[in-house]
């Protein structure tokens, strides 16, 4: 019974690349949501979709960062012309029902580390 | 809004003694609270969650937390632990604030609890 599986765990760019961190929810999951940790720092919400669907993107950077969650395939964060701030552990979690008390389940993260 | 304070960035503890990871938080409307233990290089791990009902949870690992209504409080506690509980924890809080209905976490910054022999 696979959790939530996420990849890579660690990604390298350059300043001015494009990242893009894949998520595979829990099977039967269909509730997705995207956290940030800066180091030293706790998680914070990015982004939260249903399939096919974004609901809330209010934690996500206006410019550069975009989220999907197709009707097939992982759901997809993708960071354009990356800075180094970017730098970070991303997790996403997945939901069965996306309801307010329901246990969300989390991905091993992505460390993206910007040069 | 919503927001979460773990009192303590680093709690350094002997193996057998107690621990107690304090946690507060803020919100006008009801709220559902979780604890998270996160090991090097991991995802977070679902300790114990308050939904309703009783206000001491246990959760896995031996711990458990009371819900404080009045004081705006979910500390953690274990009264006896191991090498092995040296991790990450992250006390999280969901509400319906705004008319939110899902569940969108806020968390805490996270304390360090380092079990030495």
């Known amino acids: 019974n696979a959790g939530v599986m996420q990849n890579p765990r660690h990604l390298v760019r350059r300043r001015g690349q494009e990242a893009r961190l894949r998520c595979s929810p829990m099977k039967g999951h269909s509730h997705v949501y995207w956290y940030r940790q800066l180091p030293e720092e706790g998680l914070k919400f990015m982004v939260y979709l249903q399939k096919e669907n974004i609901i809330d993107e209010s934690g996500m950077p206006k410019e550069r960062f975009s989220a999907e969650f197709p009707k097939e395939g992982p759901s997809i964060l993708r960071i354009q012309q990356v800075v180094r701030g970017d730098s970070a552990a991303y997790f996403c979690?997945?939901?069965?029902?996306?309801?307010?008390?329901?246990?969300?389940?989390f991905g091993p993260g992505t460390r993206l580390t910007v040069l | 809004a919503q927001s979460v304070t773990q009192l303590d960035s680093q709690v350094p503890v002997f193996e057998e003694a107690p621990v107690e990871l304090r946690c507060n938080y803020s919100s006008s409307v009801s709220v559902y609270l979780f604890w998270y233990v996160q090991y090097p290089n991991q995802g977070l791990q679902l300790l114990l969650k308050?939904?309703?009902?009783?206000?001491l949870v246990k959760g896995i690992n031996g711990f458990e937390a009371e819900f404080n209504k009045s004081q705006t409080s979910f500390h953690l506690r274990k009264p006896s632990v191991h090498i092995s509980d040296t991790a990450e924890y992250f006390c999280?809080?969901?509400?319906?604030?705004?008319?939110?209905?899902?569940?969108?976490?806020?968390f805490g910054q996270g304390t360090i609890l380092t079990v030495h022999p």
């Open positions: 999280a809080v969901s509400d319906g604030a705004g008319g939110t209905s899902y569940g969108k976490l806020t």
């Open positions: 979690a997945s939901s069965q029902s996306g309801r307010i008390n329901n246990e969300q389940f």
């Open positions: 308050y939904l309703s009902g009783s206000t």
